[in-house]
């Protein structure tokens, strides 16, 4: 039997959370964070996403707070007992003068899983978010699964980036030749959006042999990256984050 469960959380700028909500496989936990951010760590309940499982999470950063949120362990997409892929949703809303540091653990696409992602983030003009995705397709010594991800963000209403990446062997071919992962198996980025970027924007530049920093057509910068395992990728984006995100 498929799960479909929907975690809710809100912070606001004296650091409390007026709204931390739990549900299934999604546990919300207050932990302690460094200042002046209010932390807030997923915790695994149980094995999910399965086949079939709908799962979300909904996140509101108010006017002025600070939010940081990260997870206790990776999420492993695992195969379900029918044939419907699961389906995992982040939606974020960041107000005027916010942060949100979404960090959490990577994402491992098991053999015989297939999930689809999709990251919503909508932020206000003045609004600052550090958000890493991470995907390790196949755990050691095993094929992928099939993952896709969308990842849509906008300022002010105004798109800043929409795009979809898939892997595995329901994706369209070429995923693993030498233009996309080139037999890599972990793959991520960093999406750093700051104001002082629309004054300053990043240049175009390679970090070490297999990340690449890019400004966007607006107040961000955008890390890609493929490495060998998760340690490497990790490590890759650990760099750019400090470089990119002292705040």
């Known amino acids: 039997m498929s799960l479909r469960a929907t975690a809710r959380l809100a912070a606001a700028a004296d650091g409390t959370l007026p709204v931390l909500e739990s549900d299934g496989p999604l ?18 309940a149980m094995s999910a996403p399965l086949g079939g499982d709908r ?5 509101e950063v108010r006017d002025r707070a600070r939010l940081l949120v990260d997870a206790a362990a990776a999420t ?15 939606r974020m809303t960041v107000g005027e003068g916010a942060v949100l540091r979404w960090l959490p653990e990577q994402l491992v696409s098991a053999a015989g899983s ?22 390790v397709l196949g755990r050691h010594g095993e094929p992928p699964g099939t993952l896709s991800a969308r990842l849509t963000v906008r300022v002010a209403g105004r798109p800043l ?20 992962l080139g037999g890599h198996r972990a793959t991520g980025q960093l999406l750093v959006v700051d104001p002082a ?12 042999e297999n990340a690449v920093i890019a400004p966007l057509a607006g107040p961000a910068a955008l890390v890609t990256a493929v490495a060998p395992d998760a340690l490497a990728l990790r490590r890759l984006l650990d760099a750019a984050l400090a470089e990119l995100a002292p705040f």
Do not use: H
């Open 161 to 180: 980036l929409d795009q979809e990446l898939a892997y595995g062997p329901g994706a369209p071919g070429g995923w693993d030749g030498g233009a996309v």
């Open 114 to 135: 297939d999930l689809r992602t999709r990251t919503t983030v909508d932020l206000a003009a003045t609004a600052r978010l550090v958000l890493r995705e991470e995907q």
């Open 197 to 208: 970027f629309g004054d300053k924007p990043v240049e175009t530049r390679l970090l070490g």
């Open 76 to 90: 492993i997409a695992l195969p379900g007992r029918g044939r419907e892929p699961a389906a995992y949703e982040l």
């Open 27 to 44: 546990a919300l936990r207050r932990t302690r964070g460094p200042e002046p951010y209010t932390r807030v760590t997923v915790v695994g």
């Open 55 to 59: 799962l979300a999470i909904e996140t």
